[in-house]
């Protein structure tokens, strides 16, 4: 039996009352690794990203806080722009090294932000704020790019979640869209040619306890495949 393809995920930074640091992540996106046939590990030494690369086949950035605006030269927009700084410097360091070491990235949520950020592009702050759009708690159709990585796993439309309140407005050097939904919001990217991807959307949420939505396992089961051969 083959082992499993090492597949490090990145969380949320927090600490607890006595200034102790932890990273927290959502057990979905492990469980939906796992199923995929990945041994899933969360990031918690901060410093190593070089060896991290080295360590593991591949890199899942999660959801979470906002994007510092700083990165990509605007002001906080309004108080719905939540930073955290130090977990994008860290990710930055991790989604750097793991691109120079040609290791397949994917971005979920707060990930696609992050990696269309880490590569030049922009975001949209606030959808409600700047394009009267309302993207969170809520489920919609998408629309995906012909030839691109999600119109051969779900075809031309497929629905998903949403909980999103920012997206991504220029596209970052090497990315291109691969998913809108039907007001034009970009929904997902890919590279032109590194293996990196990105979904606005939460996959992680729509599995075997996820009845009311397709199943989405088999963007796991790419990237893992993916992960496994590179």
Do not use: K
């Not at 199943?215 to 590179?230: I, K, N, P, S, Y």
Request: hydrophobic residues 45%.
């Amino acid at each position: 039996m083959s082992a499993r393809p090492r597949i490090l995920l990145m969380g949320g930074l927090g600490r607890t009352e006595a200034g102790a640091p932890y990273v927290r992540l959502p057990r979905a996106y492990a469980d939906a690794v796992w199923r995929a046939g990945g041994l899933p590990v969360c990031a918690c030494a901060a410093d190593g990203a070089a060896d991290h690369a080295r360590a593991f086949a591949g890199l899942l950035l999660t959801g979470g806080e906002d994007p510092d605006p700083a990165a990509y030269g605007q002001a906080v927009l309004n108080d719905t722009v939540q930073v955290d700084r130090a977990r994008d410097d860290w990710e930055r360091a991790l989604f750097e090294a793991f691109c120079a070491a040609g290791r397949p990235v994917l971005g979920i949520c707060r990930g696609i932000q992050a990696i269309n950020v880490f590569l030049g592009g922009t975001l949209v702050q606030d959808l409600p704020a700047q394009r009267g759009l309302r993207h969170s708690d809520v489920t919609h159709t998408v629309r995906a790019a012909p030839g691109g990585f999600l119109f051969a796993l779900f075809g031309a439309q497929f629905l998903t979640n949403s909980a999103h309140h920012q997206a991504v407005d220029r596209p970052g050097d090497g990315l291109v869209p691969a998913a809108w939904a039907d007001d034009g919001v970009i929904e997902a990217v890919e590279g032109r040619s590194a293996p990196v991807w990105g979904v606005q959307w939460h996959p992680e949420r729509m599995g075997p306890a996820h009845l009311a939505l397709p199943d989405h396992g088999q963007l796991f089961e790419r990237f893992v495949t993916r992960c496994a051969a590179d």
